[in-house]
């Protein structure tokens, strides 16, 4: 956990959620939220966003704070926050648990994953649902963040799972938080490309900014797996993925929406995987 005191520059751009962000020396973590980026540093960064911005004119800068991490935290979650089945803390707390509630405790630091996004409480709420019908044994997370997904499908009876993400601060906090929960010796992270690390699984988790799904489901990609649960875009842009998706690709309804962004649980059927690869 960072030091409460410890000082955050956080800036917002306004511009999407692009990759090349994560290249950018000093960057600590990336917050996507609608049209804007959040970036945090833990010393002013404003040189590297010049230069950055040089090569990018298509980011603008909208704002930028400073802040300490224990103010971030307070205004970043209360706790514990409750997503269906799940409790979720940063912290070590006794809390009595019903027979079929989970904790998960995640430190998500200035990582995405902390369970408070609309996107990651879909993707939620997705497993818990998908868990109640079924146990994929094997579980592909791509763009882990603090690996609150993968732990969750841990936890829920996954055996093996693989946790893909950019960051390496994204990789070693996903370590952190798998250890504390315990689930350390089934989840493999993995540093990379998601794009690039494709590893077989029967389930599929990909909370990905909407480019990265776009590209994503042009490949068919997804009718290797058995379920994928797809989260990372607002409920407007619902047709444009659904006219994305391979004819692999069955929606599970209802969709699964909160403040205006969805989530969708999709079942792949066989047959028409196969004559679509
Ligand atoms: C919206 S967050 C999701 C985090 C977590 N899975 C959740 O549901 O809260 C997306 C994550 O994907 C990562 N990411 C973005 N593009 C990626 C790519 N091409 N390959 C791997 N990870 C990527 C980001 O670093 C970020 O941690």
Not at 57 to 70: D, F, M, N, Q
Request: aromatic residues 10%; hydrophobic residues 40%.
């Amino acid at each position: 956990m960072l030091d409460p005191e410890q000082l955050l520059y956080v800036y917002e751009l306004k511009g999407g959620v692009p990759p090349p962000f994560l290249d950018l020396e000093g960057l600590l973590g990336v917050w996507p939220e609608a049209d804007y980026t959040y970036l945090f540093f833990t010393s002013p960064a404003d040189a590297t966003l010049k230069s950055f911005f040089r090569h990018h004119p298509e980011y603008s800068l909208t704002s930028h704070y400073r802040l300490p991490y224990g103010h971030w935290q307070q205004l970043a979650a209360q706790e514990p926050l409750v997503v269906d089945r799940f409790k979720i803390v940063t912290s070590k707390q006794s809390l009595k648990l019903s027979g079929s509630e989970i904790l998960l405790w995640i430190d998500p630091g200035v990582i995405f994953g902390s369970g408070l996004h609309p996107t990651t409480r879909g993707c939620l709420r997705g497993l818990s649902i998908l868990y109640s019908e079924a146990t994929p044994a094997t579980v592909l997370d791509l763009g882990t963040g603090t690996g609150i997904l993968a732990i969750a499908a841990a936890k829920l009876g996954a055996q093996q799972v693989d946790a893909v993400d950019l960051n390496p601060m994204a990789i070693t906090t996903a370590a952190a938080n798998c250890e504390r929960n315990g689930v350390k010796e089934s989840v493999r992270l993995i540093r990379g490309d998601a794009r690039d690390q494709l590893p077989e699984a029967e389930l599929l988790c990909i909370n990905i900014h909407f480019d990265f799904l776009e590209s994503f489901f042009q490949s068919s990609a997804v009718c290797h797996y058995r379920w994928a649960l797809v989260s990372g875009f607002l409920k407007e842009k619902l047709p444009e993925v659904r006219a994305l998706l391979p004819s692999c690709a069955v929606v599970k309804e209802p969709v699964l929406e909160e403040k205006g962004w969805a989530t969708l649980l999709l079942e792949i059927e066989r047959e028409r995987s196969d004559s679509s690869l």
